[in-house]
């Protein structure tokens, strides 16, 4: 069989009659599919709808006897942070658990940075005018957004397999003393699903770098988000912080994680670990701008998921809902692009996202055409800075909300568009 790269002019222009033909029947179908976030689907939700019933309104008192309705514990409850603790394996100690939202840690710790520095910084960031930072690609959008608005350089580096190309990264971070550090999600990446290897981690703790300064951001958004129960089938990472700190470069690392994922995606908590000194010194300004988080949403969830163990069942139950439509895309992808020589993917075994790398110079018009057939998929460029994919190729599928018969015709709708831009493109060529 040729790839569609091998066709001659006369074999493609057969092709695009065939593809022409498939995509005004689904077009006349009327559809109207939204694949554009990752977002928990209703019946993911429905598994924590008893969890408000677990609070006995005779007994709101925290483990050390806090009235969770009052003020006060600003930095999280015990059992909260000893949670957090057991789902990221880390001392609790260095766990600040907040309200819903990783995110917002992330935004809050940036701003920290530019408003005071950090412990070696000789200003604050805000006062370097070009400032930079490093952002793997492809990746998260909200990521990219948020040091975009806050004023950094964003600098896309490649995501290889097992993380971030450290050849570039550690040559860069060594020769410029304006990048003053990265993102990094590294388990199911968003939204690759690639897995961080060891030694990159390694590399990454232990690295040279011109900025004394320099952090990463640890965005652990995925820790317990398996699509499998064997852990065998488990991405696993070692401890950031400990090799941080074996590596002589003990603040180095902010790293983040939430129950967006695993209770309700408004309403759970999330949380922010770090090294003592890190820790320390972010509180002090947290203790500043809030007297205390919603004590009354972490107690409900330290007796909803009390310890790891019982993450894991509720998380095992969140894989049975998800698989069935990760494994959908995957089987309509094989199926559709076999052999075509125009796209490819990883098959992740967490997180909530495909990647798909089409033919160069054709992500915009594969969205396009998606559109007119009633289907919405994140719009390309969305998984690189500025929201420009040099290549114009990646796209990412969110199979999360929607049913699986929905997500069977959307990713046909899908992988119909992709071919179509792509047989086009090489017409014209």
Same mark, same amino acid.
């Given at each position: 069989?040729?790839?569609?790269?091998?066709?001659?002019?006369?074999?493609?222009?057969?092709?695009?009659?065939?593809?022409?033909?498939?995509?005004?029947?689904?077009? =006349? &179908? +009327?559809?109207?599919?939204?694949?554009?976030?990752?977002?928990?689907?209703?019946?993911?939700?429905?598994?924590?709808?008893?969890?408000?019933?677990?609070?006995?309104?005779?007994?709101?008192?925290?483990?050390?006897?806090?009235?969770?309705?009052?003020?006060?514990?600003?930095?999280?409850?015990?059992?909260?942070?000893? *949670? %957090?603790?057991?789902?990221?394996?880390?001392?609790?100690?260095?766990? !600040?658990?907040?309200?819903?939202?990783? *995110?917002?840690?992330?935004?809050?710790?940036?701003?920290? =940075?530019?408003?005071?520095?950090?412990?070696?910084?000789?200003?604050?960031?805000?006062? $370097?005018?070009?400032?930079?930072?490093?952002?793997?690609?492809?990746?998260?959008?909200?990521?990219?957004?948020?040091?975009?608005?806050?004023?950094?350089?964003?600098?896309?580096?490649?995501?290889?397999?097992?993380?971030?190309?450290?050849?570039?990264?550690?040559?860069?971070?060594?020769?410029?003393?304006?990048?003053?550090?990265?993102?990094?999600?590294?388990?199911? =990446? +968003?939204?690759?699903?690639?897995?961080?290897?060891?030694?990159?981690?390694?590399?990454?703790?232990?690295?040279?770098?011109?900025?004394?300064?320099? &952090?990463?951001?640890?965005?652990?958004?995925?820790?317990?988000?398996?699509?499998?129960?064997?852990?065998?089938?488990?991405?696993?990472?070692?401890?950031?912080?400990?090799?941080?700190?074996?590596?002589?470069?003990?603040?180095?690392?902010?790293? %983040?994680?939430?129950?967006?994922?695993?209770?309700?995606?408004?309403?759970?908590?999330?949380?922010?670990?770090?090294? !003592?000194? +890190? @820790?320390?010194?972010?509180? /002090?300004?947290?203790?500043?701008?809030?007297?205390?988080? +919603?004590?009354?949403?972490?107690?409900?969830?330290?007796?909803?998921?009390?310890?790891?163990?019982?993450?894991?069942?509720?998380?095992?139950?969140?894989?049975?809902?998800?698989?069935?439509?990760?494994?959908?895309?995957?089987? $309509?992808?094989?199926?559709?692009?076999?052999? =075509?020589?125009?796209?490819?993917?990883?098959?992740? *075994?967490?997180?909530?996202?495909?990647?798909?790398?089409?033919?160069?110079?054709?992500?915009?018009?594969?969205?396009? *055409?998606?559109?007119?057939?009633?289907?919405? %998929? @994140?719009?390309?460029?969305? @998984?690189?800075?500025? /929201?420009?994919?040099?290549?114009?190729?990646?796209?990412?599928?969110?199979?999360?909300?929607? &049913?699986?018969?929905?997500?069977?015709?959307?990713? @046909?709708?899908?992988?119909?568009?992709? /071919?179509?831009?792509?047989? &086009?493109?090489?017409?014209?060529?």
């Amino acid at each position: 069989m040729k790839t569609y790269l091998e066709l001659s002019k006369a074999e493609l222009k057969d092709t695009l009659s065939i593809l022409e033909l498939r995509y005004n029947d689904l077009k =006349s &179908r +009327n559809l109207a599919l939204d694949m554009t976030r990752g977002k928990p689907s209703p019946d993911q939700l429905d598994l924590a709808n008893g969890m408000p019933g677990l609070l006995d309104p005779d007994n709101l008192k925290a483990e050390d006897g806090s009235d969770v309705r009052n003020y006060g514990v600003p930095f999280g409850l015990k059992e909260s942070r000893a *949670l %957090f603790g057991e789902i990221l394996g880390i001392d609790p100690a260095l766990v !600040t658990v907040g309200n819903n939202s990783s *995110l917002q840690l992330m935004y809050d710790t940036l701003s920290r =940075s530019l408003i005071f520095g950090e412990i070696e910084s000789e200003k604050p960031w805000g006062q $370097i005018p070009e400032r930079k930072w490093l952002c793997p690609v492809p990746g998260y959008d909200r990521h990219f957004l948020v040091t975009e608005t806050l004023g950094f350089e964003l600098i896309a580096v490649p995501l290889k397999e097992d993380g971030p190309d450290m050849d570039i990264v550690e040559k860069l971070v060594a020769e410029d003393a304006s990048i003053l550090g990265m993102w990094a999600m590294p388990l199911y =990446s +968003n939204p690759d699903g690639y897995i961080y290897s060891e030694e990159v981690c390694k590399r990454l703790a232990s690295m040279k770098t011109a900025a004394p300064d320099f &952090r990463i951001l640890w965005d652990n958004a995925y820790v317990v988000h398996h699509l499998y129960d064997e852990p065998e089938r488990q991405g696993t990472l070692p401890d950031i912080l400990a090799l941080c700190r074996e590596a002589g470069n003990p603040n180095r690392v902010y790293e %983040f994680a939430s129950t967006s994922k695993i209770s309700f995606a408004g309403s759970g908590i999330a949380c922010m670990a770090a090294n !003592t000194e +890190n @820790t320390e010194r972010a509180r /002090k300004y947290l203790g500043v701008q809030s007297i205390g988080p +919603n004590k009354l949403v972490q107690l409900m969830h330290a007796k909803y998921i009390p310890n790891l163990e019982a993450v894991k069942k509720v998380m095992s139950a969140q894989a049975e809902i998800l698989r069935p439509k990760f494994e959908m895309v995957l089987k $309509i992808l094989d199926d559709e692009f076999r052999g =075509s020589g125009i796209a490819r993917w990883n098959a992740p *075994l967490g997180g909530y996202f495909i990647s798909v790398y089409l033919l160069d110079g054709t992500a915009k018009e594969t969205v396009r *055409l998606a559109k007119e057939c009633g289907v919405a %998929f @994140t719009p390309a460029g969305a @998984t690189y800075p500025y /929201k420009k994919d040099p290549n114009d190729s990646n796209l990412r599928i969110a199979p999360s909300f929607p &049913r699986v018969s929905d997500i069977e015709t959307a990713v @046909t709708v899908f992988s119909v568009c992709a /071919k179509l831009a792509a047989v &086009r493109k090489l017409l014209e060529e």
